[in-house]
């Protein structure tokens, strides 16, 4: 895997001589950030309904490990 690294650190650089190039990674990397956020955004939202629906059930279970002495 170095090799990969290197070769990706070697274009990196190559990119980042120019404005152009520097702008451009600035501007894939905000792109990039904006994606991830949403998606994890999405995922929370999934998750939240998940635990918003099985409201009682988690709880029931909750009180019931509450409940158990402590091993």
Known sequence: ???ITENF??????VLESPRGRWFLAEYSSRLRARETAAVVDQVKSL????SAN????MS???????????
Not at 55 to 58: E, G, K, L, N, S
């Open 48 to 51: 939240e309904a998940a635990v």
């Open 55 to 58: 409201h009682d059930a988690i």
């Open 1 to 3: 895997m170095p090799a």
């Open 61 to 71: 279970r909750l009180a019931q490990a509450l409940a158990q002495p402590a091993q």
């Open 9 to 14: 650190e070697a274009v990196e650089q190559a």
